[in-house]
């Protein structure tokens, strides 16, 4: 009696483990799939599209400025907040040049080169992209616009827009997770990796205690890493 609720046991474990793989899955492939651009230290999705108006929203919900597209003919409008910032194509149809005028009457040139964008100020200088942060507090140099010219081309534009996350680091987690799951969890993983390393220079070749207690030693540190890559991937 008891082997046969032992082995019911073991049964519904390994269902639980396939049904939790299959749901991780589902959401990975959801996850990953979504298309993202940042403005302000924060991360935007598609909330919603009608007509010429595509609607952004903070990515996971939560407080965030209103972020909106308007496309036309001749030009995209983002409004942030109230505020409407007009990019232009200089070369008739397609993006590869731009021009990006800021409610303060300022406008930028932006130059498409292997996918990425150099941006000019009115007088021909070129314009950083990297924004300055302090305390997640954004730091303006003298005479300096609030968002700069090449996060706007990225909300504008949704082929500027990038996939969510991570999805090699994903994909790395995953291996290493049950890699480290089996060698703590399993003597016989831990023999067998014991034989592919040693096997060929060692006769009748058998673990030590202290190896095997290494072994779930290292198996805890590949674990702890697969963890933070998944968090990294997100």
Known sequence: METHFTNIFKAMKWIAIIILAVLLLIWAVRYYSIQVFYLDNTKYTKQSEMGNIITYRAFGGGV?????????????????????????????????NLSITYPSGKTYTAEQFSGMFMVYDEQGEWVSPVSMYMNDKRILSPGEEYYSANDLIRAAYEEQHTTNGSVL??????????????????????????????????????????????????ACLVMAASVLLFFKSL
């Not at 909106?68 to 409004?79: A, F, G, H, L, P």
């Not at 995953?174 to 592919?196: D, H, M, N, S, T």
């Open 64 to 96: 965030s400025v209103p972020v909106s597209v308007t496309s036309y003919e001749d030009r995209k409008e983002v409004m942030i907040k109230s505020d409407i910032y007009t990019i232009r194509s200089m070369q008739g149809k397609g993006n590869s």
């Open 169 to 218: 680091y994903f994909i790395l987690a995953i291996p290493l997770f049950v890699y480290g799951w089996c060698a703590f969890r399993f003597e016989l993983f831990q023999r067998f990796i014991f034989k592919l390393s040693y096997g060929l220079n060692v006769e009748n070749p058998e673990p030590t205690d202290f190896y095997l207690f290494m072994a779930k030693v290292g």
